[in-house]
């Protein structure tokens, strides 16, 4: 069974940096592109970044650009998202998920919770 | 970027009945390669969302025949027959032909 798990949200301050983690099991990690996707309180989904199977290209929105860097680790199975210069309208719930060669999003994790605020 | 544009924004349903959600993209979704990345979404109460179909009409693994995707090139549909209490939710179109990939705003699927 896939299990996407992602860790490290928390409350932070405008300006500061936060770390999240998304840990991958029940299938081959490396085979897969992967992205993350938030939701603002009470909004609609958002595509953040996508990186590529072997971490050879990433893309990102231009909201986040220069801001955040998608990275992964595929021998430990895990996804990353650093995020640097943090804004208040980068509060949302934090989603990774798997993009098949579709480009759609085919499991998603439960999500982590980001609050950025003084 | 890509503005997807869903109609209606909720959508009343009784149990066992029909329904059609609409999905409107400002730039044609067919991408180089010959392929159409639209995908459907459902997001229930308190749950990630969910993958329901990809590539316009392929439903995806245990995802009941109830439901079906149709359309082409900037205008698609999903229809949902014999609607269930486990079909109630928020419906998001997305698609993945050009970056930055985007969503609609989304449908709320709720009883009448």
């Known amino acids: 069974e896939v299990q996407l798990v992602e860790s490290g949200g928390g409350l932070v301050q405008p300006g500061r940096s936060l770390k999240l983690s998304c840990a991958a099991s029940g299938f081959t990690f490396s085979d897969y592109n992967m992205a993350w996707v938030r939701q603002a309180p009470k909004k609609g989904l958002e595509w953040v970044a996508t990186?590529?199977?072997?971490?050879?290209?990433?893309y990102y929105r231009d909201s986040v650009k220069g801001r955040f860097t998608i990275s992964r680790d595929n021998a430990k199975s895990t996804l990353y998202l650093q995020m640097d210069s943090l804004r208040s309208e980068d509060t949302a719930t934090y989603y990774c998920a798997t993009l098949n060669y579709y480009s759609s999003y085919t499991h998603w994790g439960q999500g982590v919770m980001v609050t950025v605020s003084s | 970027d890509v503005l997807m544009t869903q109609t209606p924004v909720s959508l009343p349903v009784s149990l066992g009945g029909q329904v059609s959600i609409s999905c409107r993209s400002s730039q044609s979704l067919v991408h180089n390669n010959g392929n159409t990345y639209l995908s459907w979404y459902i997001q229930k109460p308190s749950q990630s969302p969910q993958l329901l179909i990809y590539?316009?009409?392929n439903r995806f693994s245990g995802i009941s025949d109830r439901f079906s995707g149709s359309g082409s090139g900037t205008d698609f549909t999903l229809k949902i027959s014999r609607v269930e209490p486990d079909d109630l939710g928020v419906y998001y179109c997305g698609q993945g032909t050009q970056y930055p990939y985007t969503f609609g705003a989304g449908t709320k699927l709720e009883l009448k």
């Open positions: 990186i590529i199977y072997d971490g050879s290209r990433t």
């Open positions: 590539k316009v009409s």
